[in-house]
């Protein structure tokens, strides 16, 4: 009994990023050797996914109730920095990709097949679902994931509970960590998961029909990777005048690599939630910035949506100045804010940024296809680059916040 007692702490103690790392490689040699035992394997990947999104509304819904509820009234969350470090960086995102679309314009065989759900009609639609969202049912929104009206009835609820009796801010307060307890075993878990979601993917997938999407891959990788390694450490240096970069590798490495696979801004709240605490950062911030980042920090959905929107422009050999894809970045970013938090939430944001060319929406409805065909690697990315910014810019502004003397001391550490 003591020895199965060592094993599992010697489990829980070494390195998650090691103990992924080997989940990965495993993964990848079972779909090669055994691809018929690899396709079984998904189903300790979807189990993973399912816990995370299971507990991510829960999680999300405590943690800001309660840091509201508890918070101090001289306290400062430093949330207005965060959020105009979302807006700023999703912005740069969409300049980057119309950069990138113009320096290496793709054209595109469009496929036949065409995606079944009904995009968005303009961006007075996306405002509107974003209203509703906010004022849905607080029962319905936790079971349907909905973040937005989780977000709204938790700060809510948690600006009512100030004035509450300390006995009850208290018991939100434990409550809030008993759902932590359960996030950080189902986080412990991710090794297996990863496992069986990479050895799942690569035996049904595989790489061989993206092949012919290589330069459209490349363009899209190529504008994640310049936001993820150029862009997001000026503005963190920008912000707070240090070295930015092992924040920024320790954020891709421990955020970006569970994100990349598990391919859900939403379900990898939990993760980036362990990470901010890792960090040592102010729990009052993250446990509303990171919920709240996983909504609107979209910079890999600002790509996706303008890359694809201008593949469809030269394709159709349709001339684009420069005021108009200026617009286009702007309706990229806004649009991005409203992509749903899922799998492929952004792809159907396409036909909206293609109606800015005229562009029919049968024409568009492919594009989105195509979206769907490289979806292994580009929605992964693009759910790496988003979630892992989402935890770079909450440190950076609780790291400027503590140089100039308004929060607790933030912990450095070394990527």
């Known amino acids: 009994m003591s020895q199965s007692n060592s094993l599992i702490s010697r489990y829980?103690?070494?390195?998650?990023?090691?103990?992924?790392?080997?989940?990965?490689?495993?993964?990848?040699?079972?779909?090669?050797?055994?691809?018929?035992?690899?396709?079984m394997m998904g189903l300790l990947g979807s189990l993973f996914v399912k816990a995370l999104k299971?507990?991510?509304?829960?999680?999300?819904?405590?943690?800001?109730?309660?840091?509201?509820?508890?918070q101090k009234k001289d306290s400062n969350t430093n949330m207005r920095p965060i959020i105009n470090l979302y807006l700023i960086g999703t912005f740069c995102a969409a300049l980057v990709a119309v950069l990138m679309s113009f320096m290496f314009p793709v054209t595109l065989t469009l496929v036949t097949n065409t995606a079944s759900t009904t995009p968005p009609g303009g961006i007075g639609e996306v405002l509107n679902t974003l209203l509703f969202k906010i004022v849905q049912n607080?029962?319905?929104?936790?079971?349907?994931?909905n973040f937005i009206g989780i977000l709204a009835w938790a700060i809510g609820l948690g600006i009512v509970m100030r004035h509450a009796a300390d006995s009850t801010k208290v018991m939100l307060?434990?409550?809030?960590?008993?759902?932590?307890?359960?996030?950080?075993f189902v986080i412990q878990l991710a090794p297996f998961g990863i496992f069986g979601l990479v050895s799942s993917t690569i035996a049904n997938t595989g790489f061989g029909a993206l092949y012919g999407y290589a330069q459209l891959l490349g363009v899209?990788?190529?504008?994640?990777?310049?936001?993820?390694?150029?862009?997001?450490?000026?503005?963190?240096?920008?912000?707070?005048?240090?070295?930015?970069?092992?924040?920024?590798?320790?954020?891709?490495?421990?955020?970006?690599?569970?994100?990349?696979?598990?391919?859900?801004?939403?379900?990898?709240?939990?993760?980036?939630?362990?990470?901010?605490?890792?960090?040592?950062?102010?729990?009052?911030?993250?446990?509303?910035?990171?919920?709240?980042?996983?909504?609107?920090?979209?910079a890999g959905a600002a790509i996706t949506i303008t890359v694809m929107a201008l593949a469809a422009v030269h394709?159709?050999?349709?001339?684009?100045?420069i005021a108009t894809a200026v617009l286009l970045s702007v309706v990229a970013?806004?649009?991005?804010?409203?992509?749903?938090?899922?799998?492929?939430?952004?792809?159907?944001?396409?036909?909206?940024?293609?109606?800015?060319f005229g562009i029919s929406n049968d024409i568009a409805m492919?594009?989105?296809?195509?979206?769907?065909?490289?979806?292994?690697?580009?929605?992964?990315?693009?759910?790496?680059?988003?979630?892992?910014?989402?935890?770079?810019?909450?440190?950076?502004?609780?790291?400027?916040?503590?140089?100039?003397?308004?929060?607790?001391?933030?912990?450095?550490?070394?990527?």
């Open 173 to 184: 307060h434990d409550m809030s960590h008993s759902v932590s307890s359960i996030v950080r």
């Open 138 to 145: 607080p029962v319905e929104a936790l079971l349907s994931g």
């Open 12 to 39: 829980v103690n070494s390195s998650l990023i090691l103990k992924i790392f080997i989940g990965i490689v495993a993964g990848g040699s079972l779909a090669a050797i055994s691809p018929e035992t690899a396709k």
């Open 366 to 415: 492919q594009v989105v296809g195509v979206g769907f065909i490289i979806g292994v690697i580009q929605d992964s990315a693009e759910t790496g680059l988003n979630s892992s910014t989402d935890v770079l810019f909450t440190a950076a502004a609780c790291i400027a916040a503590e140089k100039n003397g308004e929060h607790a001391p933030v912990q450095q550490q070394a990527a």
């Open 220 to 298: 899209l990788l190529g504008s994640m990777i310049i936001i993820a390694l150029i862009v997001n450490p000026t503005i963190v240096y920008v912000k707070t005048g240090m070295n930015p970069y092992p924040l920024v590798l320790r954020c891709l490495r421990e955020s970006g690599i569970t994100a990349f696979f598990t391919r859900s801004s939403a379900a990898n709240i939990p993760v980036n939630m362990k990470l901010c605490e890792d960090l040592n950062l102010h729990e009052d911030t993250y446990s509303v910035s990171i919920p709240l980042g996983a909504t609107i920090n979209m």
């Open 54 to 70: 299971a507990v991510a509304p829960i999680l999300v819904f405590v943690l800001v109730t309660s840091a509201i509820a508890n």
């Open 315 to 321: 394709t159709l050999g349709i001339q684009v100045d």
């Open 333 to 356: 970013a806004v649009s991005a804010c409203g992509a749903s938090g899922v799998a492929g939430g952004s792809l159907l944001l396409i036909p909206l940024a293609c109606s800015l």
